[in-house]
């Protein structure tokens, strides 16, 4: 089983379009492949409706999960909180406002049945020409620097380290102490993933552009949480400091 984890955060007008947007989508790809799914939604202490809508589309659907947090705690949180109830052997994170398609999820599918990777990370940054809607030149240089740090300290080749749309064995995620309570989570994660000897690939997908709501993302407070990482995969590299 595939456990789909979606974090949410004041997303509406998302989440009530997810019997139009999410769960026809995956479907097919479930099929394809055999498998089953379950949703993993995670409420983040939203104040709008986002919380009544979820708890609408776990009456309606029989796999559908929903795990409140009274207070808004953090992205990071809500990724700990989603592996929490989780039962899958594998596990496919997605953002809210669905920016990384569901349809890709059928990419990530085909990799880890190709390799057996304990990880297929999703890259809106691989191809030549960067696939991703994203027009802010501050916003890639920002992605794209920091995952140049990102290769240099772990010693790999990846092109996106910070980015949501991954496939896991959850037993590889099981064997990590995770501590990240924001955006930064995702950086945390492949990191320890590569210094623990973990197989992780990359491929190529689009990143498109958010229709409904408003991204979350502090820009200056996430420089400042990835540079933490990169001082803590440095300690671990270079000076022998177990984090795990």
């Known amino acids: 089983m595939i456990s ?11 989440a009530k379009r997810y019997p139009q947007t999410l769960f026809p989508m995956v479907e097919p790809i479930l099929k394809q492949y055999n498998e089953t799914a379950e949703y993993v939604l995670v409420d983040d202490g939203s104040r709008d409706t986002t919380l009544a809508v979820l708890n609408t589309l776990k009456a309606t659907y029989q796999n559908v999960v929903v795990a409140p947090h009274g207070i808004n705690k953090g992205l990071g949180v809500a990724i700990r909180t989603g592996l929490s109830h989780s039962h899958g ?12 398609r569901p349809q890709d999820i059928a990419k990530l599918l085909a990799a880890y049945r190709d390799t057996g990777a304990d990880c297929i990370s999703g890259s809106p940054y691989m191809e030549k020409e960067h696939t991703s809607e994203i027009s802010s030149p501050f916003r890639i240089f920002i992605s794209k620097s920091s995952s140049f740090l990102y290769r240099k300290l772990l010693r790999d080749d990846l092109t996106c380290v910070s980015g949501i749309f991954r496939l896991y064995k959850k037993e590889a995620l099981d064997s990590l102490t995770l501590e990240s309570n924001n955006y930064e989570i995702f950086a ?10 973990k197989d992780v690939r990359e491929i190529g997908v689009k990143l498109h ?3 409904y709501g408003e991204s979350k993302l502090n820009v200056k407070k996430e420089v400042i949480n990835n540079l933490r990482i990169l001082c803590k995969i440095f300690k671990s590299r270079y000076l022998g400091r177990k984090w795990n």
């Open 4 to 14: 789909i984890i979606i974090p949410l955060f004041n997303e509406e007008e998302n």
């Open 89 to 100: 052997d594998l596990v496919v994170m997605l953002d809210a406002d669905l920016t990384y």
């Open 188 to 197: 945390e994660i492949i990191a320890k993933l590569i210094l623990n000897g």
């Open 209 to 211: 552009t958010r229709v």
